[in-house]
């Protein structure tokens, strides 16, 4: 009865998490960093204990059910609560963070990034500029100015060099031919 109880517990607990968001953090027990300093979930937040809990719940009673002695029950419960556990850690939770994070830039990553103009920069005028930042395999796109003013086509390859507040300003990229980007970028179109 006992693992029914963790079982019920857990699953309310799951449920509650899931719909307002991690219960304002209760259990999470800090997040790590990945490759671009963004936060990834950690294995201890509340969501995944309330799963565990849910599964050690069903797989207790389940060994319980089927007549085995208790300590096997738990031995059965511990395991597929791991397993199910880290299944949705693994396969669900960290992968549909890493993709949220890969689009959460901080302006100054994209200074001396390659990009591609998509949408004409009129002389004088906004257009739009698109960019791969390095290790995100996202395709970000900012409004963009030229530096001096020119018209830039689309499909030019322009190098951010300023970020400004709604827009980011440009030149194309031949123009830094004979300066090499800042040790530790990349150049992606």
Known sequence: MIFLIIFGVGLAMTALAFLIGELFDLGD???SGDSLGADT???LSSRIIF???TAFGGF???GQSAGWPLPLSILFAVGGGLAVAGGTFFLIVLPMARQQG???LKGEDLIDLVGEVIDDIPQGGVGRVAIVPPGTGARVSRPARAQNGAHIPPGTAVRVVHVGPGSITVTPAEYFSSNPPTPGRQDRN
């Open 51 to 53: 799963v565990f809990m």
């Open 60 to 62: 207790g009673f389940i």
């Open 41 to 43: 979930p950690s294995p």
């Open 102 to 104: 890969s689009t959460s």
């Open 29 to 31: 027990f800090g997040d």
